[in-house]
């Protein structure tokens, strides 16, 4: 069964601090997504990964794609209120399906 | 401006009142799925189409029901809506293999 988790599942944290989301998934895939989720709106793309060692950068957001070890994270640097949301990653397997299978998400509460 | 549209946004319904939530995009997408959003279960996909007539099953697609005749639409039916098809739906699309662009969402309530 093909399964993406993230951990944790929920995080709150201080302004300022540093902290790592991880997206864990069973199966092949090379090319990995990270989404943002804020309260009653819809998803906006955030990072696409596509090989092994992949990093991408955005503001105080860096996602990274280890194919090997299946993993990806996304780092918070210096959090502030407004990255308060929820993350989700998600795989499309490279198995030959066109599926995408989401992360239950991480949900980001980020205190003053 | 680049987007992708779902109707209704909310609705009520009543258990076996056959029901249709459209979805469309202006990208020129070939890629177009379907997914639903419950507490503590993240997002599954329903159905998605890679084109024009070719569709196929995502994780949960027991209940529903698509179609894909033109390309910039793939409305979800629901036959015989029950209780447990409760839940917030959202359209995306994309270029194949792109990250995928989401609609606003539809909350639906099946009593």
């Known amino acids: 069964e093909l399964k993406v988790e993230q951990n944790p599942l929920f995080l709150s944290m201080q302004e300022g601090k540093n902290y790592t989301i991880y997206c864990n998934y069973s199966?092949?895939?090379?090319?990995l997504y990270w989404y943002r989720q804020d309260p009653g709106k819809s998803l906006e793309s955030l990072f696409v990964l596509l090989s092994n060692g992949a990093v991408k950068q955005e503001g105080r957001l860096m996602a990274s794609l280890d194919t090997k070890a299946r993993l990806s994270t996304l780092h918070i640097t210096a959090a502030v209120h407004d990255l308060s949301a929820t993350y989700f990653c998600?795989?499309?397997?490279?198995?030959?399906?066109?599926?995408?299978?989401f992360g239950t998400g991480t949900r980001l509460k980020v205190l003053a | 401006e680049a987007q992708v549209t779902q109707n209704p946004r909310y609705l009520i319904t009543v258990t076996g009142k056959k029901l249709t939530v459209t979805c469309s995009q202006n990208?020129?997408?070939?890629?177009m799925s379907w997914y639903r959003q419950d507490p503590g279960l993240g997002l599954r996909q329903i159905y998605y189409?890679?084109?024009?007539?070719?569709?196929d099953k995502g994780d949960v697609p027991e209940g529903y029901k698509v179609s894909r005749k033109e390309k910039r639409n793939f409305p979800l039916i629901l036959e015989s809506p029950s209780p447990n098809q409760t839940s917030l739906y959202f359209c995306?699309?994309?270029?194949?293999?792109?990250?995928?662009?989401f609609g606003p969402g539809t909350r639906l309530t099946v009593l």
């Open positions: 189409s890679m084109n024009v007539e070719v569709t």
């Open positions: 990208m020129n997408h070939e890629y």
């Open positions: 998600a795989v499309h397997p490279s198995s030959g399906t066109y599926k995408y299978i």
């Open positions: 199966t092949t895939s090379d090319r």
């Open positions: 995306a699309s994309s270029r194949w293999d792109t990250t995928q662009y």
